[in-house]
């Protein structure tokens, strides 16, 4: 059941006028009153022929008109109006049974607390089998004001009572962090100017598609800008950014001037506060070895950063943040072949964005950085990187899957498990090609019962899948490719396995592929030339010290990567 409290409004009589007419398409059918603030007397055009529309928006605003002659300052924003609907698997609801419900909730809005005679006047109009409209007029008999302040979350409360009471579809307890759902006024505006989304949505998918490419909120503005999104800062006295607005370009209001939405109106994460929090994160010191060693392309950096687990909320939180960012940016840069699943998977992520738990941006500044990498890249990836990527945001999807499960975050959870339908999709795309040509060139017989031993020597419990799995001569393949590069494969399958669990794989072989082909592109280790370098570099140590010079080592990182500016 879903309750949904509309903007007040100034004007009794008009609502009145539509919740009795007929309907935009003809579909309301025998308007009448099933409950109010006091059914003695109260004229019912749906009921008695003799009672009119003003008769009943005068009986309703009287106690607005007393108020308004007692005191100078007129009330204008006088109308509470709350449709309530029931799902259409629900049962049918009687006019008594819809009674009992819109009394429950004016007692929870406030409208009429319980046991209060001066409570507001208010009434429930049903004109059709699933839903009722509820109007109130919030002049008190006493002439106060009804508080109504958290009056969406009391509301929402009740109609998850109400649905156990009456045995009705159990919808999911909201948590606040939901975007603001688009009005009918919006939508009806998109569907005239031949728009697919609103405006509120349109701009929300652009500014998120645009926090990649920024280091900061003022480079957010001036990218958003570029792209010609109407833009109005808000500053200080000192030029400081206080806040913002956006608005798309044809959204104009009845004087021609262009429409502005807050950020917070548009989306509660995408407020100023919250955008330079995300953002505006200082780089971790980076020890000079970490430079050196970092995989040489944004698709490998990215595979590696998503790699990194924590265990805190704070941190987690942040890191599921940072991976819808992620996600995002891959989404621009991917081939056409997984771009619109991908798109797709971004989109239904956002939700799983934002929860009630305060995230520590700081801890997801790695993730954030190669989301921002990927970006800006003027090249796309390789198969082999991008299979390994799209397999990584999918074990980290599933890991954020289950913490928002794990928190109760019932709308998180189902956007993640949406989302990860999508990735799956991509990831199918994107390692069919690969598969095609490595099932091409099986390794031989002997070889491939070779791998198998291995196989069952490293991952042992789930030895049995993997070899069974239509994928393993390709798994075989990649395994004697990187043996070939000196790998050993019994520990390229062990440290695969190690890096996710396979239970929930749906083709673990499949999983591994890209996890080896991640591994092992670097060269293999060579202890030798380990031991060699080590060596050196103790006696150049010893003869600069001795000479009273600088060691070489500390001077070995690149002058450009010395001065690299923090992200």
């Known amino acids: 059941m879903i309750a949904a409290i509309k903007s007040a409004g100034p004007n009794t009589r008009g609502l009145l006028a539509y919740l009795y007419g007929p309907g935009r398409h003809d579909e309301?059918?025998?308007?009448?009153?099933?409950?109010?603030?006091?059914?003695?007397?109260?004229?019912?055009?749906?009921?008695?022929?003799?009672?009119?529309?003003?008769?009943?928006?005068?009986?309703?605003?009287?106690?607005?008109?007393?108020?308004?002659?007692?005191?100078?300052?007129?009330?204008?924003?006088?109308?509470?109006?709350?449709?309530?609907?029931?799902?259409?698997?629900?049962?049918?609801?009687?006019?008594?049974?819809?009674?009992?419900?819109?009394?429950?909730?004016?007692?929870?809005?406030?409208?009429?607390?319980?046991?209060?005679?001066?409570?507001?006047?208010?009434?429930?109009?049903?004109?059709?089998?699933?839903?009722?409209?509820?109007?109130?007029?919030?002049?008190?008999?006493?002439?106060?004001?009804?508080?109504?302040?958290?009056?969406?979350?009391?509301?929402?409360?009740?109609?998850?009572?109400?649905?156990?009471?009456?045995?009705?579809?159990?919808?999911?307890?909201?948590?606040?962090?939901?975007?603001?759902?688009?009005?009918?006024?919006?939508?009806?505006?998109?569907?005239?100017?031949?728009?697919?989304?609103?405006?509120?949505?349109?701009?929300?998918?652009?500014?998120?598609?645009?926090?990649?490419?920024?280091?900061?909120?003022?480079?957010?503005?001036?990218?958003?800008?570029?792209?010609?999104?109407?833009?109005?800062?808000?500053?200080?006295?000192?030029?400081d950014l206080l806040g913002y607005a956006a608005g798309r370009p044809g959204d104009l209001n009845k004087d021609g001037k262009q429409i502005f939405h807050p950020g917070g109106r548009i989306a509660p994460d995408l407020t100023l506060p919250k955008?330079?929090?995300?953002?505006?994160?200082?780089?971790?010191?980076?020890?000079?070895?970490?430079?050196?060693?970092?995989?040489?392309?944004?698709?490998?950096?990215?595979?590696?950063?998503?790699?990194?687990?924590?265990?805190?909320?704070?941190?987690?939180?942040?890191?599921?943040?940072?991976?819808?960012?992620?996600?995002?940016?891959?989404?621009?840069?991917?081939?056409?072949?997984?771009?619109?699943?991908?798109?797709?998977?971004?989109?239904?992520?956002?939700?799983?964005?934002?929860?009630?738990?305060?995230?520590?941006?700081?801890?997801?500044?790695?993730?954030?950085?190669?989301?921002?990498?990927?970006?800006?890249?003027?090249?796309?990836?390789?198969?082999?990187?991008?299979?390994?990527?799209?397999?990584?945001?999918?074990?980290?999807?599933?890991?954020a899957a289950r913490w928002h499960e794990e928190k109760n975050h019932a709308h998180q959870a189902k956007a993640v498990r949406q989302a990860l339908h999508h990735l799956h999709n991509a990831a199918d795309h994107a390692l069919a090609p690969a598969i095609d040509n490595l099932a091409a060139r099986q390794p031989s017989d002997q070889a491939s019962r070779t791998l198998a031993h291995d196989v069952r020597a490293a991952v042992p419990d789930h030895a049995d899948r993997i070899l069974t799995d239509p994928a393993w001569p390709v798994l075989a393949t990649v395994l004697a490719d990187a043996e070939a590069g000196g790998h050993k494969p019994h520990q390229l399958l062990k440290e695969a396995a190690a890096q996710r669990e396979l239970t929930t794989a749906r083709q673990p072989a499949r999983v591994l592929i890209t996890r080896i082909q991640h591994t092992s592109r670097n060269p293999a280790p060579n202890p030798r030339a380990e031991a060699a370098r080590r060596t050196t570099t103790m006696r150049l140590s010893a003869t600069a010290l001795s000479a009273g010079v600088a060691e070489p080592a500390r001077s070995a990182v690149p002058a450009e990567q010395k001065h690299r500016p923090r992200l």
């Not at 003003?54 to 009287?62: C, F, P, S």
């Not at 508080?147 to 919808?171: N, P």
């Not at 950096?301 to 996600?327: K, N």
Request: with cysteine; hydrophobic share 35%; glycine share 6%.
């Open 28 to 239: 309301h059918l025998d308007p009448h009153i099933v409950a109010g603030f006091a059914m003695l007397g109260m004229p019912d055009p749906g009921r008695n022929p003799d009672a009119t529309l003003t008769q009943l928006a005068h009986h309703l605003d009287e106690p607005v008109h007393l108020r308004n002659s007692e005191f100078g300052k007129k009330i204008t924003d006088h109308v509470w109006h709350c449709p309530v609907r029931a799902a259409p698997e629900d049962r049918h609801l009687s006019d008594s049974d819809w009674a009992d419900i819109a009394q429950r909730i004016v007692e929870a809005a406030g409208i009429a607390p319980p046991g209060d005679d001066l409570g507001c006047r208010w009434i429930a109009v049903r004109h059709a089998d699933d839903h009722i409209h509820i109007l109130a007029t919030t002049v008190r008999e006493d002439g106060r004001r009804p508080k109504l302040h958290g009056s969406g979350i009391r509301v929402g409360d009740a109609c998850r009572q109400i649905e156990t009471d009456y045995g009705l579809r159990q919808l999911k307890k909201g948590d606040r962090t939901a975007g603001k759902r688009p009005t009918q006024a919006e939508m009806h505006k998109a569907q005239r100017l031949g728009w697919d989304q609103t405006s509120r949505d349109w701009l929300h998918d652009r500014i998120r598609a645009a926090l990649p490419h920024a280091g900061n909120a003022e480079e957010l503005l001036a990218y958003l800008e570029a792209d010609g999104i109407a833009i109005k800062p808000r500053r200080g006295p000192s030029g």
């Open 275 to 399: 955008l330079k929090a995300r953002l505006e994160t200082t780089a971790p010191e980076e020890h000079p070895t970490a430079r050196r060693q970092r995989p040489t392309t944004p698709w490998h950096q990215a595979t590696d950063a998503l790699h990194q687990g924590t265990t805190d909320d704070t941190h987690t939180q942040a890191r599921i943040t940072a991976l819808g960012e992620l996600i995002e940016a891959t989404a621009q840069k991917a081939p056409d072949h997984s771009r619109a699943e991908l798109r797709a998977a971004a989109k239904t992520f956002a939700r799983a964005q934002r929860s009630q738990i305060r995230a520590e941006h700081q801890a997801a500044h790695t993730l954030r950085r190669a989301a921002r990498d990927i970006a800006h890249t003027a090249t796309g990836p390789d198969g082999s990187a991008f299979a390994a990527l799209l397999a990584a945001l999918i074990w980290a999807t599933i890991i």
